[in-house]
C-alpha cells in the first residue's frame, strides 16, 4: 500500500484516524506501529 507524505504525517500526528486515511490500514499490526511511534515523542 501506498500513502502520501501528507497521509502519513496525519497518521503520525494523528490529525486524521487510520480509516480516514484508508480503511486497509485498520488492522492491529498497524494500530501497534503508529502507537510506537507516537510513544518514540
Known amino acids: 500500500m501506498e500513502l502520501s507524505d501528507n497521509d ?3 497518521l ?6 487510520i ?8 488492522r492491529e499490526e498497524v494500530r501497534e506501529v503508529l502507537c510506537m ?3 518514540t515523542h
Open 12 to 17: 503520525h500526528l494523528a490529525r486524521k484516524s
Open 37 to 39: 511511534l507516537r510513544k
Open 8 to 10: 502519513l504525517l496525519d
Open 19 to 26: 480509516v480516514q486515511v484508508s480503511t486497509e490500514l485498520d
